[in-house]
């Protein structure tokens, strides 16, 4: 796993130059890249969130397109349209903004649902269909979409659909005084966005989304994985859980986390860590809940603070790794 910690090392290094102190949500974009995945950085105006996909396009060497969402959007505004060639006689398709690798999805639920739903063929299959005619997207392809949490005037709540489809959803926050008094520093003459360069080649991302697919989940590790997805389904606060897809996605992330840190196998603490960012979008709070100022990111930290960890009490490896002894599902032997 030494080129996919060589290539999160570079990338992370680069970005940190211009989203300072937020090394954590930067790897979780990595994570989602290395996945193959989609993001929704959910957070208030100016904390870097359209600077953070722009930093990512660029250190990747990638193709970069921004879409702007607002309510007159269309459809078509996004994925393009076939216009008629009157020197061909034939209609040719001008393809819209999402054709390219690295797609910022700016203030997404600012779009109406039907704008909103044109990108979900796109997030699913890497395609789109216009016209009857399936036009292919570039490779890699990854959407990284903002929202701001706390304009509801003019917005659309993004559909349980569309909200399922991201991998990973994450907030960056305010940086904090020191970090913000660096800030001031970098940028007193230019923005340091200016000055940063391809650090990581995308055959090497291609080659990376293959490699973690090799590292190793063991058989307890996947039953803890679907024991989280299942109490979302059955916790008292929620009123829908996780999707299967939802179960992918916190075991391809946990091996992705794994293999940024060197490791060819996942330990309990990898799924803790990345249960939150993977599956709270996923999950519906009740009115009940919602009433008493519950959201899903607390109902699970709940679940991941109180259902049994398998290998509770010993080298959390020793549940990960092939062929070794295990005491039994979420218990001491």
């Known amino acids: 796993m030494d080129a996919v910690q060589h290539i999160a090392d570079s990338l992370v290094g680069n970005v940190d130059k211009v989203i300072i102190g937020k ?18 950085v959910e957070d208030v105006p100016g904390v870097g969130k359209t600077t953070l996909a722009k930093a990512i396009a660029r250190s990747l060497g990638s193709s970069f397109k921004r879409i702007q969402f607002t309510p007159d959007l269309l459809p078509s505004d996004v ?6 060639n009157m020197k061909e006689s034939d209609f040719e398709f001008r393809p819209g903004p999402v054709f390219a690798q690295i797609v910022l999805a700016d203030e997404i639920n600012r779009a109406t649902p039907k704008t909103q739903s044109a990108l979900l063929e796109a997030m699913e299959e890497s395609q789109v269909t216009v016209d009857g005619v399936t036009h292919t997207l570039p490779e890699p392809f990854v959407v990284l979409a903002t929202e701001n949490p706390i304009e509801y ?5 993004l559909p349980e659909a569309q909200l399922d489809r991201f991998l990973v959803r994450l907030s960056l926050g305010y940086p904090g005084r020191q970090n913000e008094i660096a800030i001031l520093d970098s940028q007193r003459e230019r923005h340091p966005i200016d000055d940063v360069a391809q650090v990581v080649d995308l055959g090497g991302l291609i080659a990376a989304q293959q490699e973690i697919k090799q590292v190793h989940v063991d058989d ?12 979302t389904r059955e916790h008292d606060h929620t009123y829908l859980g996780a999707s299967p897809r939802g179960t992918l996605a916190l075991r391809d992330t946990a091996r992705a986390w794994a293999a940024i840190q060197g490791r060819e196998y996942i330990i309990p603490d990898d799924i803790k860590d990345l249960a939150e960012p993977t599956l709270a979008h996923r ?3 009740n009115p009940a809940a919602r009433m008493r100022n519950i959201d899903s990111r607390a109902v699970i930290r709940d679940i991941v603070s109180t259902l049994p960890v ?3 009490g010993r080298d959390a490896a020793s549940v990960s790794m092939p062929g ?6 979420g218990g001491s032997s």
């Open 79 to 84: 994925t393009g349209v076939s216009i008629f």
């Open 220 to 231: 307890r590790l996947r039953e803890y994985i679907v024991d989280i997805v299942e109490a």
């Open 310 to 312: 398998p290998g509770a």
């Open 23 to 40: 090394s954590r949500e930067v790897r979780l974009v990595l994570i989602a890249l290395l996945c193959r995945g989609h993001v929704l």
């Open 153 to 157: 005037e003019g917005t659309f709540p």
């Open 283 to 285: 999950v519906i709070i």
């Open 324 to 329: 070794r002894g295990w005491r039994g599902r």
